[in-house]
Each structure stands twice: as structure tokens, then as C-alpha cells.
């Protein structure tokens, strides 16, 4: 605060993409939408303010560049672009890369516990950039976790995203307004393809009220807007606070939220819904008193480590397999297999060839970003043309493009061929379980399991 401030007037530059950019995004969308996720919601998008309203958005970061995609994606209509800031180290890798994500709309950050104190002073051309978007009417977004997470909880808040936005208003002279969109993503699961994402977009809130505040006390105001968005946030999304607890916590929002829903009489049918039921069940648990809390916590750890154990799942305790069923699976993966075999060409090279650097990966939570960026721009636009260009010169270009049409769909039998491979196994490991000399490990299972349940009817019913 000390700084020189220096104004910034707008530029009335074309902020818009281009043709590139807007035919890239389309194929982001086609592969992220429809390949990459089974479903992906983006409700609330009509909180998006148009072109020409300055907008700071923020959010939880849990998945590193599939947050921003997904945001990226939520904005419709021709050409319109929102600004990311992203990890100043990925603008490293190569001049190439650098070039590219530019253009995408990232810009650098710099962070004291990644990049070191020395390189903060970096930030400074983002922060201009930043507030030149602004008083063109553009849209910025920020991680003011500075870092993605984990786990389902929100860290601590930075305070770029304030600074930025009152020096917005700075070069607005304070008389136009300068808003802060809150918005929260969501995982079914953070890892693998063809899971549930879920982008929420909240209310967009002025700073106008702030701007007295801001001129007589910065600092003040600032800390105030900080802890105001960090409560909205907190609130959207799944929080889990408790992080001594929180595998047990996790473990039991995910494997009784269908049973908690039912005692509550709450919708648990899609994944949005699934997380309201599931925020209320985690408010209602860490509610409880220490002695009730405490045997659901170190009831779920003793279950999960059983589970984890054995190469059970939960959901096996629900359920019997017969002889028959496991027969019956076993010839449909040997029915199917040729056509799974077929299926590996490209795919078997797509899905693999990015794992051995993910598998180096400390940050594992980089992984399906890392899948996504190189998949996207590199290995199916790359095998898929050799693909077409193969069937071309063996056949005709009618057969190619009929092969290049059906090489998606292949794509996602592959990995469909892989799950109820998969499930086979898990079904003839519960089938083995079931037999008399490992019959009473799973019966022990299924006692604790329903204990559980007991202790959640008799304290959450209605």
C-alpha cells in the first residue's frame, strides 16, 4: 500500500478470442464435456455478468487447470474469454508453452512458498494486465488459495484478489463498480476418466459498499472483503474443517450419504444434490457430541482399513454374487474382447503415454490436468490423424473418415471394456469372500457397516 499508484485507464482493446480460440474452446468442450467427464453440470451460469462489467472471479482450487477449464467452458456466447491467473512454474517449461497459454488467457503468478520471496516482485506485470482487463470490462480469475488442495476443504485466502480488485476501482476513480464472483468446483472423484464435476457459480457482489471503508482504512476493508468471500465460498462448497478426521469423515459422506439422505428425506440423485445432502450430513456429524462423533470416526477408520485390507469395496457389502453372475461376466469380457482389441489402437497410447510423467508427479492432483492438456493438444489430434491418413492409404478417404468418425466412440468403449473388467475381478474377489473360509471376515464387515447405519437412524431421523 506504500507503492506509488499508478492509474490505469481502460484501452478499449478487443478482448474477444478469435476463430482459433473459439474453435479450440469448442474442442475442449466436445472432449472435456463428453469424454473426459460423464456429465459435467454448470448450473447458475446466468451469474456470469456480461462484457463490460469489471469481474474478479474466485474459487476453491482442487484440481489445478481443470477448475479454470471448467470455468473457461461456463462462458458462452462468441468470443467470450475470461483471464486466468495460473502457477507461474508451467510458463517455464518452454517458450512454446509459454506462447501458447498465453494466448489461452493465462498470466503468471508468483508464490512466496513455490517460486520464493524473491520472484513476488514478478507478480507485478500480472497485476497490471489484471487491472487493464478490469477497466476494459473483462473478467479475471483468481486462486486465492494460492495453491489447489487435496482433499475437500478451503485453505487460507491471499490477498491478491482484494488488492486487485480496489485498485480496480482506483482507476475507476471509485464511481463504477467492481465485482467479485464467488465460485466453487466439485469432484465425484478427483482421479480417472468418466467421473461427475460440477462447476457452481454464486451471486456477484459489488465492492461499492467497501469504497469509504477502502479510503479511510485499506487494510481494514481489504481483511473485511477477504473473510466475506472465504465465508461465501466456504459455504457453497464441501468443507471439511476436520482434517484429523477427515478420511473417516470422507469415508462416510461418500458410502452413507444415500443412507443419511434417506433418513432426512433429501434428493441424492445427481451430483449437485448430492452435495447439499452431503454438506448438511458433515454439518450434522461434526455437531454431534464428542462420544457419538468419536465412534462414528473410529468406526469408519476400523471399516476402511478392513476394506482397504482385503481389496473390498463398500458397496460389496450390500450385495451377494452368485456363481452364475460371475460366469456371465467373465463371457461377456471374452465376447467383447476382440472388439477391445481393436479399440486399443490409438487409445492403449493415449491414455499411457502421459503416465510415466504423471507417476512422477509429487502433486498427484496435477495428474488429470496433465492427461487433459497433453491428450487435447498433442496425442489424439496426433494418432487420430495418423489413424485417418493409415486407412486412407490402405483403403479410401470414405472408410478413413468413417474410421476417424468412430474412433471416439471406440475410445470410450476402450475405457468401458477396461471398468467391467474391472468389475469382474472385484466380483469373483466378493464371490471368493463369500465362501465359508472367509465368510466371517465379511460378515464382520457387514456387522460394523450396519451399526453404523443403526447410530445414523437413531440420531438423524426426522
Not at 469424454?35 to 482450487?61: A, C, F, M, T
Not at 461427475?196 to 481494514?220: A, C, H, N, Q, V
Not at 455437531?287 to 460389496?316: C, H, I, P, V
Request: proline share 4%.
Amino acid at each position: 500500500m506504500n507503492k506509488p499508484f499508478t492509474k490505469i485507464e481502460p484501452t478499449g482493446k478487443n478482448r474477444k478470442g478469435g476463430l482459433y480460440y473459439r474453435g479450440f474452446k469448442k474442442f475442449i468442450a466436445l472432449f472435456f464435456n463428453h469424454y473426459l467427464y460423464k456429465r459435467v453440470y454448470y448450473p447458475d451460469v446466468e451469474n456470469i455478468l456480461p462484457d463490460g462489467s469489471p469481474q474478479i472471479i474466485i474459487s476453491n482450487h482442487q484440481n489445478c487447470l481443470i477448475d479454470a477449464i471448467a470455468v473457461m467452458l461456463a462462458f458462452r456466447g462468441p468470443g467470450r474469454k475470461p483471464y486466468f491467473w495460473a502457477r507461474a512454474d508451467i510458463f517455464a517449461v518452454s517458450k512454446v508453452l509459454e506462447k501458447y497459454i498465453r494466448f489461452l488467457g493465462l498470466m503468471p503468478a508468483f508464490r512466496a512458498s513455490h517460486e520464493g520471496m524473491d520472484d513476488i516482485g514478478k507478480n507485478e506485470s500480472s497485476f497490471h494486465e489484471s487491472r487493464e482487463l478490469l477497466a476494459d470490462g473483462q473478467s479475471v480469475m483468481l486462486f486465492p488459495e494460492a495453491g489447489h488442495q487435496d482433499k475437500r476443504y478451503l485453505g487460507e485466502f491471499h490477498g491478491g484478489f482484494t488488492t486487485m480488485a480496489f485498485q480496480a476501482a482506483e482507476d475507476a476513480i471509485f464511481e463504477k463498480d467492481i465485482y467479485i464472483l464467488p465460485v466453487i468446483n466439485h469432484y465425484s472423484d478427483y482421479f480417472g476418466m468418466r467421473r461427475e464435476m460440477l462447476i457452481k457459480f454464486g451471486k456477484p457482489i459489488s465492492l461499492r459498499e467497501y469504497y469509504d471503508l477502502y479510503k479511510e482504512k485499506p487494510r481494514t476493508a481489504m481483511r473485511q472483503v477477504s473473510e466475506r468471500f472465504h465465508n461465501i465460498i466456504s459455504s457453497m462448497m464441501l468443507d471439511i474443517r476436520d482434517l484429523d478426521n477427515y478420511d473417516s469423515i470422507d469415508f462416510l459422506r461418500t458410502n452413507y450419504g444415500v443412507k443419511y439422505a434417506a433418513i432426512k428425506n433429501l434428493p441424492y440423485k445427481i451430483l449437485p444434490e448430492k452435495l447439499e445432502t452431503e454438506k448438511k450430513m458433515v454439518a450434522d456429524l461434526a455437531a454431534l457430541d464428542d462420544e457419538k462423533r468419536t465412534f462414528f470416526y473410529n468406526s469408519a477408520a476400523q471399516l476402511k482399513k478392513g476394506l482397504d485390507e482385503t481389496g473390498l469395496k463398500f458397496k460389496d457389502l450390500k450385495r451377494k454374487v452368485s456363481t452364475g453372475q460371475v460366469i456371465f461376466k467373465a463371457l461377456a469380457c471374452l465376447v467383447l474382447l476382440p472388439l477391445w482389441i481393436v479399440s486399443l489402437w490409438p487409445h492403449y497410447l493415449i491414455y499411457n503415454i502421459p503416465k510415466p510423467l504423471t507417476n512422477r508427479m509429487k502433486d498427484k492432483m496435477l495428474s488429470g490436468s496433465f492427461f487433459l492438456g497433453m491428450s487435447v493438444v498433442i496425442t489424439i489430434p496426433l494418432f487420430y490423424l495418423i489413424s485417418f491418413f493409415v486407412v486412407w492409404g490402405v483403403l479410401t478417404i470414405y472408410m478413413a473418415l468413417i474410421y476417424l468418425a468412430l474412433l471416439p466412440f471406440l475410445g470410450l468403449f476402450c475405457w468401458e471394456y477396461t471398468e467391467l473388467w474391472d468389475s469382474f475381478k472385484q466380483d469373483l474377489r466378493l464371490w471368493k469372500f463369500q465362501k465359508r473360509t472367509k465368510s466371517a471376515i465379511l460378515r464382520g464387515f457387514k456387522h460394523t457397516s450396519e451399526t453404523i447405519e443403526d447410530q445414523l437412524w437413531s440420531l438423524f431421523r426426522i
